[in-house]
C-alpha cells in the first residue's frame, strides 16, 4: 500500500515524541533539573506560567492548531482506509484530430495476465497498473512452478509480455516491477 | 511490520483527531459558557497543581513511556528480512520473493538423492540451508554435504539474484 511509508514515517514521529515527553518527565522527577525542579508542583515551570499568564489568546490559537491537525489526521486516515494507488484510464500519445484514445488498465493488464499465464511453467500471474495515469508502472506479480527454468522464463516474461505492454502504451521506458516467486513443494521423503 | 502498523496508523490516527476535536470542544465551551463539555479538565488540572515531580506515580509514567517509545522506534527501524530479493535485470525491477527462493532452494536440495528433509531461512545477506538425511547407510551427512551444496549453488546461480547472498548449507543424520 502506498500509504505505508506514510505511516512508518508518522509512527517514528510519535516514537521520538514519547521518548522525548517520557524523558524529560524522568530527568526531571529524578532531579537532572535540580532540586528545586524536581521538587516543584508539575505545573510549576516556565511553559505552565507562560500558558496560566497568556492563556486568553493561547488558548483559541492552541484549538486552532487542533483543528489543523485533526484534519491532516482525517487525510491521513482517508488515505489508510479509502485511497488506492491504482492508475486510472490512461490517455495514449498520438495524433489527437480524429479523437482521442484511452486505455482502461484492466484492458493491458488483462492481456499480459493471459499471455504469461501461456507460458509454460507459470503458475499464475496477475498485474496491475499503479501511480499517475499519465506516467503509471506495471506490476507483474507471478508464480512459477519450481520445476521450471526460471532464468528462461523471467527472460521470456522480460522480453516478450514486458515488450508487449511498454508497445501497447508506446512507452519503451515503462517501469515494470516484476515480482516472482516459487510455488512451493512438499518436501520429498524418502521411503 | 507492515500488516502491524496499518492497524497502528489507523490507532494513532483516530487519537490524535479525537485530541484535536476535544481540544477545540472544551476550548469553545470554556470560553462560551465558562465550563468543561466533556472532559473535567479542572480535576487534572488541580490534581497537576498538587503533585511533585518526585511522586512515584509520575517517574513510573515517564519510564513507561520512554519504555514504549523506545519499543517502537526500534521497531520501526529495524529491517525485517526481505520481502524480495532483487535480480540482475537491465529491462524489469525484477526481483524473486523471499517464500520463492527458499522454496526453489529447498527443492534442488531435496532433489538430492539421501537428503530426507530440509529448511531453507533466506535473508538479507545470506541464504542458511539445513538438510537431514535418512539416516542410513550409504547416506552420511558427511557425504552429502557437497551434493547438497551443489545443488542448492547452481539453483542460486540461476536466479541471479543481485547482490548475491552468500550460501550456507549444514548437513546432519536424521536422529532416531
Keep these: 500500500m502506498h500509504a505505508d511509508r506514510t505511516n512508518r514515517a508518522m509512527l517514528i514521529l510519535f516514537a521520538l515524541l514519547l521518548i522525548a515527553v517520557g524523558l524529560i518527565g524522568a530527568l526531571t522527577s529524578f532531579g537532572a533539573f535540580g532540586v528545586p525542579v524536581e521538587h516543584a508542583h508539575l505545573f510549576a515551570n516556565p511553559v505552565g506560567v507562560y500558558v496560566g499568564h497568556h492563556g486568553v489568546w493561547l488558548w483559541p490559537v492552541i484549538a486552532a492548531a487542533g483543528l489543523v491537525v485533526a484534519l491532516l489526521a482525517l487525510r491521513w486516515l482517508a488515505g489508510l482506509l479509502f485511497s488506492t494507488d491504482r492508475a486510472g484510464d490512461i490517455r495514449l500519445p498520438g495524433d489527437r484530430s480524429a479523437g482521442r484514445t484511452t486505455l482502461l488498465p484492466a484492458a493491458l493488464t488483462d492481456a499480459i495476465t493471459e499471455e504469461i499465464r501461456s507460458y509454460p511453467g507459470v503458475q499464475s500471474a496477475t498485474a496491475r497498473l499503479i501511480g499517475d495515469a499519465t506516467s503509471p508502472d506495471l506490476v507483474i506479480e507471478t508464480a512459477l512452478e519450481e520445476s521450471a527454468d526460471l532464468s528462461a522464463l523471467r527472460h521470456r516474461i522480460e522480453t516478450n509480455a514486458v515488450t508487449h505492454a511498454r508497445q501497447a502504451l508506446d512507452n519503451p521506458h515503462l517501469p515494470v516491477i516484476l515480482n516472482l516467486t516459487v510455488s512451493d513443494r512438499h518436501t520429498r521423503t524418502l521411503t | ?176
Design chain 2, 1 to 176: 511490520m507492515r500488516l502491524i502498523n496499518r492497524p497502528l496508523a489507523a490507532l494513532l490516527s483516530l487519537a490524535v483527531i479525537t485530541v484535536g476535536v476535544l481540544i477545540i470542544i472544551e476550548v469553545a465551551a470554556d470560553r462560551i459558557v465558562n465550563h468543561p463539555a466533556l472532559i473535567h479538565w479542572h480535576r487534572v488540572y488541580d490534581w497537576a497543581q498538587r503533585t511533585s515531580w518526585t511522586q512515584g506515580s509520575v517517574r513510573v509514567g515517564s519510564i513507561l513511556i520512554v519504555i514504549l517509545g523506545v519499543v517502537l522506534l526500534l521497531a520501526e527501524l529495524r529491517r525485517g528480512k526481505p520481502q524480495r530479493l532483487p535480480v540482475d535485470s537491465e529491462v524489469t525491477d525484477a526481483a524473486y520473493t523471499r517464500r520463492g527462493v527458499a522454496a526453489t532452494i529447498r527443492g534442488a536440495v531435496n532433489d538430492v538423492d539421501g537428503i530426507n528433509h530440509s529448511t531453507v531461512t533466506v535473508k538479507r545477506r545470506k541464504i542458511t540451508v539445513s538438510a537431514t538425511t535418512a539416516g542410513r547407510q550409504p547416506y552420511t551427512a558427511q557425504s552429502l554435504r557437497e551434493p547438497a551444496t551443489e545443488a542448492a549453488r547452481h539453483r542460486l546461480d540461476t536466479l541471479a539474484l543481485t547482490p548475491a547472498p552468500t550460501l550456507s548449507v549444514r548437513v546432519t543424520t536424521r536422529s532416531r
